[in-house]
């Protein structure tokens, strides 16, 4: 996330995240699933601007006119969340620009929220400590905590239980954003139907080691989601997207993997060039949008 301030407005870029891996541990007694995932935020951004409201009210300007601007709002509700949690009477003139496609797997409506929660911290000088912007996160939504911790974390729990790792290399990504989008709820609910929880989890070490110590092949060998199965099977068409970048491993890219509970697809590739060169493969395929994004510290 990153944060500026200049006549009294706060504005936030909002990051997409990738899921690098993703594996479910079980079911809980609440309804969602104990999982282990590993995320890193990409150079994918929606824009938040904040400007006070000594009235008290939270007012958010969507330029996307299929989003909610009202208290179905994940911005909304963040902001509304923290007022009450602080007992701030002051209010907010929230614009939100969206680059971050919806429903794609991205955390875009995650990182909105979390945007919006540091955004209006700042805006109103609370200074709240970090624990409980990570509970108001948590309370949020699975993926919210993630965005106080980028640019690469560990999300444990539901998600939300968020552990920091180290990020000292660059990461190039392409990113294909198939034109039908995937609901998340739909994909855990289906995932009742095959084998939850697995009879061997997959371990999140090696992806881990290879993020630390391996070279991008490394790290592409360990790429794995298991929610990948259970979309395929809801939406056919993904598997089109996916076979057209695996057709690009292991050269331009190192491996490829369906990010959350999709419907966005990237490929990890070895440098910028092999990801601008899987681009101009991919976009001649008519798959859907495609972009090169980058992980960096
Ligand atoms: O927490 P969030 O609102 O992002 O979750 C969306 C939906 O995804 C939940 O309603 C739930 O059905 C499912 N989910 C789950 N287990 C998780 C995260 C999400 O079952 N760990």
């Not at 392409?174 to 709820?185: D, F, H, K």
């Not at 790429?223 to 056919?236: D, I, M």
Request: aromatic share 4%; proline share 7%.
């Amino acid at each position: 996330m990153i944060v500026s301030e200049s006549d009294g407005l706060a504005r936030i870029l909002a990051p997409a995240k990738l899921n690098l891996f993703l594996e479910i541990l079980g079911r809980r007694p609440d309804g969602y699933h104990e999982l282990e995932t590993l995320m890193v935020a990409v150079d994918l951004y929606d824009t938040l601007t904040f400007a006070d409201d000594p009235s008290g009210q939270i007012v958010l300007t969507c330029d996307d006119p299929g989003l909610p601007a009202g208290r179905d709002n994940l911005v909304v509700k963040a902001a509304e969340l923290l007022k009450e949690a602080s007992g701030c009477s002051r209010g907010a003139s929230i614009t939100l620009e969206k680059q971050i496609p919806v429903r794609a797997g991205l955390g875009g409506g995650s990182s909105d929220a979390a945007a919006a929660l540091v955004g209006l911290d700042r805006l109103w000088g609370l200074q709240t400590p970090g624990a409980e912007l990570d509970a108001l996160a948590g309370a949020l939504g699975s993926d919210v905590a993630f965005f106080l911790h980028g640019p690469a974390a560990v999300g444990r729990g539901r998600g939300e239980r968020v552990e920091s790792v180290g990020l000292d290399r660059r990461l190039d990504f392409v990113l294909v954003i198939p034109p039908i989008g995937v609901s998340t709820a739909d994909v855990y609910q289906n995932l009742e139907r095959e084998q939850t929880p697995p009879e061997r989890p997959r371990p999140i070490g090696p992806v881990l080691e290879a993020l630390a110590h391996g070279g991008p092949a490394d790290l592409g060998g360990c790429l794995y989601n298991r929610l990948q199965p259970t979309a395929e099977r809801l939406r056919p068409e993904l598997s089109r997207v996916r076979d057209a970048l695996a057709e690009l491993c292991p050269s331009p890219l190192g491996g490829c993997l369906m990010s959350g509970s999709g419907s966005a697809y990237f490929g990890l590739a070895c440098d910028r060039n092999a990801a601008e060169d899987a681009a101009g493969r991919l976009l001649a395929l008519g798959l859907g949008q495609v972009r090169v994004v980058t992980a960096a510290r």
